[in-house]
């Protein structure tokens, strides 16, 4: 077969116009005769009428002449069609409604995963938000993201309480510690609490013996430490220890304070305090041989104003509780670099002067 296309193409090259009429009528005779011993019409595939509209389309309306293995009609349509599905494909565009705008579909998940709010709820929110869409465009956003199209309902997770709460919530518990005393080694106590947004973390003196009563009286020093600004102690997480009692509680109340009592065997719902009071461990305490509730609120005075103050943390993009703003650039003038240092240098704070 390749031999007869050469020999085909070796013809038409070295013919003159005249020469290439009459081969054309010979070609047209014999593709006649052979369509004359075929019963029925021709069947061709998809690429092989695709290859025959590409061959006719520059011979423009001569085609009809030539035409013969369908009807004039039917292969002017193959052409129609082929000129159809090409514009279809330059606009890209699929069957059916268009999709809504980008920027629709990320405001409605947006207000879906931020709210919990239902189709309606979200299709109000953007009507007056001044966007035009159908509820049903909504329903099909939340769908096509795998988001529920109802509003949720029943309690709140303790994560959405953790997150609404944070500014003025606390979490308190107790930080135990072995001490010498002339009587030997004693446990201490210490009522540590830690706010959860801003992971400021105040003490209360320690004591060898927290009952209830000790442990009432520390709620009005505690409020009086904790302040009345924006992050005011509104809410406070404990966990079940036998220390905390009806008292506790009814002192809080007493100076508008929730109390929130966590289950038993629950350490993750306390972690801030919990992680607060391993870092005191850690970066402090166990450093020292501690000689007394004395010594020991001295040690644990000296390192919460170090954390609240000088040690910066990931958790609230390395700033610190009570916050000092870094520098936004290195300053172009010279700078030093100082050290400060707390409990014999147990505790170090760096910061910059000018040189």
Known sequence: MPNLFRRLFDVLAGSTQADLRRQIQYLKAENEVLRSKIDGPVRVTPGERSRLVRLAKPLESAIKALVSIVSPQTFLRWIRDADKRRVKK????????????????????RLAK???WGYTRILGELKKLGVKVSRSTVVNILKDAGLPTGPERGEATWDQFIKSHAKT??????????IVTTWGFRDAYTLVFVNVATRRAVATASTEHPDAAWVAAQVPLFKAAAGDGATECRVLTRDSDTKFGRPFDEALRAHDITPVRLPHRAPN???????????????????????GTRHLDHLIAEFIEHYNRERPHSAIKFRTPVDRPPPLRLAVHPVAVRCRTRLGGVLRHYYRVAA
């Open 90 to 109: 330059k606009t890209g565009r699929k069957p059916g409604r268009p999709k809504s705008p980008e920027q629709i579909r990320r405001l409605v998940l």
């Open 114 to 116: 931020e709210t919990g």
């Open 169 to 178: 919530l606390w979490a308190c518990d107790f930080l135990r510690h072995r």
């Open 269 to 291: 719902l306390n972690a801030h305090v919990e992680r607060f009071i391993q870092t005191v461990q850690d970066e402090c305490l166990d450093k020292f041989i501690v000689l």
